[in-house]
């Protein structure tokens, strides 16, 4: 089984999870064996069966997506940190994912149709052995293992998410990059019969399609840097980017591309979504960065999305690359993160 013993910026679920509950969940996943790489069910979700999306926000939800459950190793050592999960009722719930509609509560609805089963994830460009996934090897190729990050939204709101996963480093090494690999293309799924917001302009918040985002290879390479194929133990909904999608933990979430079908490695710095759609807003780093504010509000706090109510505050001041730095800050030594945000 692999341990990972975390740095003092990594969370571990028995840090912020009740010990008891901890430990049982443990104990369950522990005597399951792999069972992760069957197709991922979805029931539909529907107003009269749910009442309204905010009825997901409850403390006491009924879990409304049936999800194969994932044997993984958790983390072990980290000091101890005094930061809540945000329930997954909510994670599941408040979703930025513009191919099922650019409102929050968008995706959960409009996504449960969405077809995982078969996919491909093809890893090519500036390699020695290209390299394509199916559905189950997303699964089975790599260990599995919890990583508890702070996921923090450039609309400064912010949650704590245990996602599991493996590092995206393994995944490069297994195509062999050459060295002419100086950054790391990702693109999204381009189905508009299943995306809907991907063939409507106004569902999909006038995004060109499809959904493209890139790491420079040093930033992919990163221990921290996370290809996730789950949460809270469960393969991922379709909400969340499933099958599988990037978790950059010290950058703002839309770095973080969700349903990847296409990894390209490539000699220069590849387009990316956002920084096309409003390049004087949205940079190519994307570094969490509560001295810079966005064009139309501050960075200098978030609003944590906890147990309380969907209009509570919960406001708390937003930190140096998400509070990564010890890690990360290295990779950027000698930029002006102004001008390189």
């Known amino acids: 089984m692999l341990i990972k013993i975390?740095?003092?910026s990594e969370l571990s679920e028995n840090q912020v999870t009740q010990e008891s509950v901890y430990l049982q969940r443990r104990q369950l996943l522990k005597g399951m064996g792999f069972i992760g790489a069957g197709t991922l069910l979805s029931s539909a979700l529907s107003s009269k069966a749910h009442?309204?999306?905010?009825?997901?926000?409850?403390?006491?939800?009924?879990?409304?997506?049936?999800?194969?459950?994932?044997?993984?190793?958790?983390?072990?050592?980290a000091e101890n940190f005094p930061e809540k999960l945000t329930p997954e009722g909510k994670v599941i719930s408040h979703n930025n994912f513009y191919e099922f509609g650019a409102q929050k509560h968008q995706p959960a609805e409009l996504a449960q149709g969405f077809k995982v089963n078969p996919w491909q994830l093809k890893i090519s460009g500036e390699v020695d052995k290209p390299v394509t996934l199916d559905y189950d090897r997303l699964f089975s190729t790599f260990a599995l293992e919890e990583r508890i990050y702070r996921l923090r939204c450039v609309e400064?709101?912010?949650?704590?998410?245990?996602?599991?996963?493996?590092?995206?480093?393994?995944?490069l090494k297994m195509a062999q990059p050459n060295s002419r690999a100086k950054y790391v293309a990702f693109e999204t799924l381009h189905d508009p019969e299943q995306m809907p917001g991907q063939s409507s302009r106004r569902l999909g918040g006038g995004i060109a399609y499809p959904y493209v985002e890139g790491l420079r290879?040093?930033?992919?390479?990163?221990?921290?840097?996370?290809?996730?194929?789950?949460?809270?133990?469960?393969?991922?909904?379709?909400?969340?980017?499933?099958?599988?999608?990037?978790v950059v933990p010290w950058k703002y979430g839309f770095k973080s591309i969700k349903s990847i079908v296409g990894i390209k490695l490539l000699e220069k710095e590849p387009p990316t979504t956002w920084n096309l759609l409003a390049p004087h807003e949205y940079g190519f780093y994307a570094n969490v960065n509560p001295g810079v504010a966005h064009p139309r509000w501050?960075?200098?706090?978030?609003?944590?999305?906890?147990?309380?109510?969907?209009?509570?505050?919960?406001?708390?001041?937003?930190l140096m690359f998400n509070g990564y730095g010890e890690e990360v800050a290295d990779l950027y030594k000698g930029m002006d993160l102004r001008k390189f945000y």
């Open 6 to 8: 975390p740095k003092k």
């Open 156 to 171: 400064a709101w912010s949650m704590v998410i245990p996602w599991v996963g493996f590092p995206l480093a393994k995944l």
């Open 298 to 318: 501050s960075q200098a706090s978030e609003r944590r999305i906890t147990t309380g109510g969907l209009l509570a505050r919960n406001r708390i001041e937003t």
């Open 51 to 77: 009442g309204s999306v905010f009825d997901l926000f409850k403390e006491e939800e009924k879990p409304v997506f049936t999800r194969k459950a994932l044997s993984y190793s958790g983390q072990a050592g």
């Open 217 to 246: 290879i040093d930033e992919a390479m990163n221990p921290l840097t996370l290809m996730s194929v789950g949460l809270y133990g469960k393969t991922l909904p379709p909400q969340n980017g499933a099958p599988i999608r990037l």
